[in-house]
């Protein structure tokens, strides 16, 4: 339920996990609004493993050279600034792909192009109007672009019906967090400042002056722009006009504002992740403030952790025990996101700066791709990955490192739709052939096993979504007798 960034991701992964699914959308049409643009280098993995990465790349082709930001009175007097967040540098040390800039009115049609193309059963213009959960199954009463209202039964149901989630409400989930944090305006307007910007293109450009301390927001680079303003009641088109020409210092531009929207940053928890037969994703389960960039992200990678436990579910090769496991790992993160997300500052020139709450502030890159779930399904052997710098090492709950093993080949890249066993030895390769839904990856190479702390005789078991879900230093004596108890352990989704 829900087609934006996170209900078509999910409708993509579910695919690639080739478990059938319809996905339900009021709205006729994608996002009109250009919210979120940075799709960082985590969910470009994922978008990767599912082939997905060229397309989304091509559609961000156009802000490929607006990675910077930029402060100033006024646009036409911005300088740029030399402090960018640490994901956004190039980092091919760290992963296989490259964060981009993608708004979200771009980035959604090519999502909804790909599902559709790949056979993914997508209807927009339908409303869920009522939900039931039977405990055998979820019926979903939806009414049709002609009014008719029919009933979908399904074994589950992905609620990513966004931040006012009516499923969320229905189910009578509450939120915690920090709530409002403030209020804001969002401008989009066109308006050709190519000329003004040649030369010294931004992703964000702060805005100084005193009639309109604001952000503008790149979103295609040459006519589409976005202002973060304050909210000023009462002010028409005519005056948020006025309002983009003292910003960006161009007084006879000529502007044509698309809509001006009132919205108020804030963090909001869902308590519960789930109930019964039916999963929160994305906004519907976290709202976080814009300025890690995280909102949608930590959304399209709730997903595609939820696809392939579901896929396993459904298949009838794990336990729902294993769904448990979603709100173990999924509500940890949101939360931790969110609330770095809160912490930090608007002022792009006082970011990397500790907030000022005593909140502490995670490395960036670490909070985005190398974090530790707490528990779920994966076998902890106490290893803890830190959050003060990236340092995976290949501990159990957290995400397999990136190590190059060809010209455009990450050991990401070995991990299929089952659990992957990594290692050299061939008594491997015989106990992963002798266990149902494990496919075993030969990687002769003794850098990268001493990079995941194993040795030449030891293996990694790795979940669909890149999460380590056992590691072995060496081998036991009969690794065809501890595989399908491990393996079973970790499908309980109770590690
Ligand atoms: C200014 C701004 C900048 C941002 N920048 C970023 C960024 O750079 N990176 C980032 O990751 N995030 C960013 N975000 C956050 C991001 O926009 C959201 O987190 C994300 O869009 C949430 O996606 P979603 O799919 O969960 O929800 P939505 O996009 O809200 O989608 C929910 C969908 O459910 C549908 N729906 C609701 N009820 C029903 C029903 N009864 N029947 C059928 N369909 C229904 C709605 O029509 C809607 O399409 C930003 C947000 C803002 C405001």
């Not at 192009?113 to 979903?140: K, P, Q, Y």
């Not at 173990?328 to 997300?341: C, F, I, K, P, S």
């Not at 230093?473 to 109770?494: H, K, Q, W």
Request: with cysteine.
């Amino acid at each position: 339920m829900g087609g934006g960034l996170v209900g078509l991701s999910a409708a993509l992964f579910l695919e690639w996990h080739g478990v059938p699914a319809v996905l339900v959308e009021k709205r006729d049409t994608t996002s009109p609004q250009p919210k979120a643009r940075r799709i960082n280098l985590r969910t470009m993995e994922l978008f990767r493993q599912v082939n997905a990465e060229a397309d989304v790349m091509a559609a961000a082709a156009a802000l490929a050279d607006f990675e910077g930001m930029a402060a100033g009175r006024t646009l036409v007097e911005a300088e740029p600034l030399s402090w960018g967040h640490g994901e956004d540098d190039p980092a091919p040390e760290i992963s296989p792909s490259d964060s981009c800039l993608c708004a979200q009115d771009t980035l959604e049609p090519v999502l909804r192009a790909l599902a559709t193309e790949r056979g993914a059963d997508l209807r927009f213009g339908h409303r869920v109007l009522e939900v039931v959960d039977d405990g055998t199954s979820v019926t979903s009463t939806v009414r049709d672009p002609d009014g008719r209202v029919g009933a979908i039964r399904a074994r589950y149901l992905i609620a990513a019906d966004g931040a006012h989630s009516p499923i969320r409400e229905r189910l009578g989930i509450a939120r915690s967090g920090r709530g409002t944090l403030g209020r804001s305006t969002n401008v989009y307007f066109e308006a050709d400042l190519s000329a003004q910007v040649r030369g010294r293109e931004f992703n964000l450009c702060q805005i100084e002056h005193p009639e309109v301390p604001s952000m503008l927001l790149t979103v295609d680079g040459v006519r589409r722009w976005l202002l973060m303003a304050d909210p000023a009641p009462g002010r028409d088109h005519a005056g948020w006009a006025r309002a983009v020409r003292t910003a960006t210092g161009v007084p006879d531009l000529d502007v044509r504002i698309l809509s001006a929207l009132d919205w108020e940053p804030g963090m909001f928890v869902a308590d519960r992740f789930s109930a019964g037969r039916i999963f929160l994703a994305g906004d519907a389960a976290h709202v976080m403030p814009p300025y890690l960039a995280a909102g949608a992200n930590t959304g399209i990678q709730d997903v595609h952790n939820l696809a392939w436990k579901l896929a396993r579910v459904v298949s009838g090769t794990a336990p729902r025990s294993l769904l448990d496991s979603y709100q173990v790992e999924r509500h940890w993160l949101g939360w931790l996101t969110a609330d770095q997300a809160s912490a930090q500052t608007a002022n792009l020139r006082q970011l990397g700066v500790e907030s000022g709450d005593g909140t502490p502030s995670h490395d960036p890159v670490a909070l985005l791709m190398g974090y530790q779930y707490p528990a779920g399904a994966f076998v902890p052997d106490g290893s803890l990955a830190p959050l003060d710098r990236l340092g995976l090492t290949g501990q159990p709950g957290s995400r397999l490192p990136h190590h190059r093993l060809g010209p455009d080949r990450s050991a990401l890249d070995l991990v299929g739709r089952g659990l992957t066993l990594l290692g050299a030895s061939d008594t491997w390769e015989r106990a992963a052939s002798a266990t149902p839904g494990v496919e075993h990856r030969r990687v002769d190479d003794p850098a990268w096993a001493a990079s995941v702390g194993i040795t030449g005789t030891g293996a990694l078991l790795v979940r669909p979504d890149h999460v380590i879900a056992w590691r072995c230093p060496t081998a036991p004596r009969d690794p065809a007798d501890t595989l399908p108890d491990v393996v079973a352990a970790v499908l309980s989704g109770r590690g």
